[in-house]
């Protein structure tokens, strides 16, 4: 695993031989502002933008989780699921938190009609998210 980028809220990593990257929530990622959460968002996009993975992975470290409000889901589906589309992700998986509010946050972001181009699936443990991906990585490995 390559560590990507890094700071106080997420931890961004890629998988080169399962073309996957990973969004790995830190505690105070829960502490967030709006800004900071688009910031993150941003640097992803430009990951994927360079290094073009074909799967994401997003769950916290440490069970907590940002609180994704409306406006945030749109501006997510609007400007980050395009762009990550356009440069080669096919497939997500999210590991729910254990937080209600935080969990329908981001099962509401993939409501959006932008992010409907996307294989999604939800998940309680990160290490069966894992799977799921290289899974579908190897199936498109053996199709190519």
């Given at each position: ?13 890629l ?14 990622a ?45 501006w ?11 440069a ?57």
């Amino acid at each position: 695993m390559k560590k990507l980028f890094e700071n106080r809220f997420v931890e961004i990593s890629l998988d080169e031989e399962n073309a996957i990257i990973e969004m790995a929530w830190k505690e105070d990622a829960a502490y967030m502002l709006p800004e900071e959460f688009m910031e993150a968002f941003l640097k992803y996009a430009e990951l994927v933008e360079t290094y073009h993975p074909t799967a994401y992975l997003a769950y916290s470290k440490e069970g907590h989780g940002y609180t994704i409000p409306p406006e945030m889901q749109q501006w997510i589906a609007e400007n980050i699921a395009p762009r990550t589309f356009k440069a080669g992700l096919t497939t997500t998986a999210i590991v729910l938190s254990n937080d209600l509010f935080v969990q329908l946050g981001a099962e509401e972001v993939f409501e959006e009609p932008e992010t409907q181009v996307f294989q999604n699936r939800f998940f309680r443990d990160v290490e069966q998210a894992r799977k799921w991906l290289k899974e579908r990585s190897l199936a498109a490995k053996k199709v190519a």
